[in-house]
């Protein structure tokens, strides 16, 4: 092999492993969650702009569910919290779109 092509192939590998999604994960940390720390507090549905529902997966392992609040603040809301789970039945009674089953 000459120089160019072992330098692109060491380059190469370099990225893959950076990059990788499939990294195998210690199962003690959850080094890919969106959410650090969550809220128990309630939160306004007036103040509330977007709620964004991430399900677990091998990268978190548990469900995170974000608000993001009129000013643009996204807020880590706690999945277990009475208030969150009302709300999004709430938005489920409500929603046009029915789920498959």
Same mark, same amino acid.
């Given at each position: 092999? $000459?120089? %160019?092509?072992?330098?692109?192939?060491?380059?190469?590998?370099?990225? +893959?492993? #950076?990059?990788?999604?499939?990294? *195998? &994960? =210690?199962? =003690?940390? $959850?080094?890919? +969650? !969106? %959410?650090?720390?969550?809220? !128990? !507090?309630?939160? *306004?549905?007036? &103040?509330?702009?977007?709620?964004?529902?991430? *399900?677990? +997966?091998? !990268? +978190?392992?548990?469900?995170?569910?974000?608000? &993001?609040?009129?000013? =643009?603040?996204?807020?880590? #809301?706690?999945?277990?919290? *009475?208030? #969150?789970?009302?709300? &999004? =039945?709430?938005?489920?009674? $409500?929603?046009?779109?029915?789920?498959?089953?």
């Amino acid at each position: 092999m $000459n120089y %160019c092509t072992t330098v692109t192939i060491l380059l190469l590998l370099g990225h +893959c492993a #950076v990059f990788s999604k499939d990294a *195998p &994960l =210690d199962e =003690d940390e $959850n080094i890919r +969650c !969106r %959410c650090v720390h969550t809220e !128990r !507090r309630k939160i *306004p549905s007036k &103040l509330i702009k977007l709620i964004q529902i991430f *399900p677990s +997966c091998k !990268r +978190c392992k548990h469900t995170e569910i974000i608000v &993001l609040s009129t000013s =643009d603040h996204q807020i880590c #809301v706690q999945v277990t919290a *009475p208030w #969150v789970k009302k709300l &999004l =039945d709430d938005l489920l009674a $409500n929603s046009t779109v029915k789920a498959i089953s």
